[in-house]
């Protein structure tokens, strides 16, 4: 069987649902210190270990992926969730397309690189922790200054080994609103937080973020995703809260757009940040794109942004800022869902492609 595959089924087994992603790291490590790459390890928590792998000299190609993987959900599962079974051409298992195949291919094709001949380009291999909730590993690894300025990023999330340039950004939102409580016969002696929200709510609906349609990521949008309030249906609620999914085009500012927000609600909401990423964006015709499309990816075509935020959100700039491409071999659709798969022939197509890229990168 092909080692990316095998490797992939041995990534599979470890169960790294919301954590637990040391046990996966481990293994990385060992093959990637094996191959002559400077490994180190970075703990974001306990039993939550990333790893950052270094070889060659000068500015790297960075690649990136990352170690955790969401809950099975209450559906049961017909495979096994971490039982690596292969039906035909089907990986299945949780982490098959999100992401553990694509983690695979980029160490396999990293050591394949790394003992062709000629030349070779500098790699850094970063693989994370926690990016199902946020992205918070890579934040982590960024703020200790573990990653390295590069010549380009490739993060190999599924795409089903198609080139897409970029993502949209997500800006994630609590507004709150306080009031004062009393007794529910007499809400004049209250001040009532949910009937505040409610105006909230609906300012939120109406507003504009004020930045014109992108020709690829589409526009701005704005969703309220939860509200919660009040504590027993006789008393007057001192405080409610919602959720706000701001998803964002590429040269947005989050700053200014947080700041027109709390404009528009005014001063009956405050604002707290959940979660804060940039959007992603790399011409088509850039040389790091190029490469991968002749290396045998599928071109960007009609639809070349990713639906998902990815960790290229918090390592783009601390990389430099140079070209991002998603390009993985999972099935886009298959992420988070209930008996997840990957097609085996696009792990070991992946392996071929990434080395070429690299290849012709050199």
């Given at each position: 069987m092909d080692e990316a595959v095998e490797l992939a089924r041995e990534l599979i087994r470890i169960d790294s649902v919301g954590g637990g992603e040391a046990a996966v790291a481990e293994p990385l490590a060992r093959r990637l210190s094996d191959a002559g790459f400077a490994v180190r390890t970075h703990a974001h928590a306990p039993g939550r270990t990333g790893l950052i792998a270094r070889w060659g000299t000068g500015e790297p190609v960075t690649l990136t992926g990352h170690l955790d993987t969401v809950p099975l959900g209450g559906q049961a599962w017909r495979h096994a969730p971490h039982g690596a079974e292969i039906d035909g051409d089907r990986l299945y298992g949780r982490g098959s397309s999100d992401m553990?195949?694509?983690?695979?291919?980029?160490?396999?094709?990293?050591?394949?690189?790394?003992r062709r001949t000629g030349?070779?380009?500098?790699?850094?291999?970063?693989?994370?922790?926690?990016?199902?909730?946020g992205c918070e590993g890579a934040?982590?690894?960024?703020?200790?200054?573990?990653?390295?300025?590069?010549?380009?990023?490739?993060?190999?999330?599924?795409?089903?080994?198609?080139?897409?340039?970029?993502?949209?950004?997500?800006?994630?939102?609590?507004?709150?609103?306080?009031g004062t409580t009393a007794h529910g016969s007499m809400p004049h002696l209250g001040d009532n937080a949910i009937y505040k929200l409610a105006r909230v709510i609906g300012?939120?609906?109406?507003?504009?973020?004020?930045?014109?349609?992108?020709?690829?990521?589409?526009?701005?949008?704005?969703?309220?995703?939860?509200?919660?309030?009040?504590?027993?249906?006789?008393?007057?609620?001192?405080?409610?809260?919602?959720?706000?999914?701001?998803?964002?085009?590429?040269?947005?500012?989050?700053?200014?757009?947080r700041e027109r927000l709390q404009a528009a609600l005014g001063d009956e909401a405050t604002l707290d940040v959940l979660v804060d990423l940039p959007a992603i964006w790399t011409e088509p015709d850039d040389p790091f794109v190029l490469?991968?499309?002749?290396?045998?990816?599928?071109?960007?075509?009609?639809?070349?942004?990713?639906?998902?935020?990815t960790d290229a959100s918090v390592l783009a700039a601390a990389c430099g800022g140079g070209p991002t491409v998603v390009c993985g071999p999972g099935e886009p659709e298959?992420?988070?869902?209930?008996?997840?798969?990957?097609?085996?022939?696009?792990?070991?197509?992946?392996?071929?492609?990434?080395?070429?890229?690299?290849?012709?990168?050199a």
């Open positions: 553990k195949a694509g983690v695979a291919a980029l160490v396999v094709a990293a050591e394949r690189h790394v030349p070779k380009a500098a790699l850094e291999m970063v693989f994370t922790v926690g990016e199902e909730t934040a982590d690894m960024v703020a200790a200054g573990l990653v390295s300025r590069s010549r380009a990023l490739l993060v190999a999330e599924p795409t089903a080994n198609r080139v897409l340039l970029g993502h949209k950004g997500a800006l994630w939102l609590e507004a709150t609103t306080r300012a939120v609906e109406t507003f504009d973020p004020g930045v014109p349609e992108h020709p690829w990521l589409g526009p701005s949008t704005v969703n309220v995703g939860t509200v919660r309030g009040g504590i027993n249906v006789n008393s007057v609620p001192d405080l409610a809260a919602a959720t706000i999914d701001l998803r964002t085009v590429a040269g947005q500012d989050h700053g200014s757009l490469a991968l499309v002749e290396a045998g990816a599928g071109a960007p075509g009609d639809h070349p942004a990713a639906s998902y935020f298959q992420a988070h869902v209930t008996d997840e798969y990957c097609l085996v022939h696009r792990i070991e197509d992946a392996v071929e492609i990434y080395t070429a890229a690299l290849g012709h990168l």
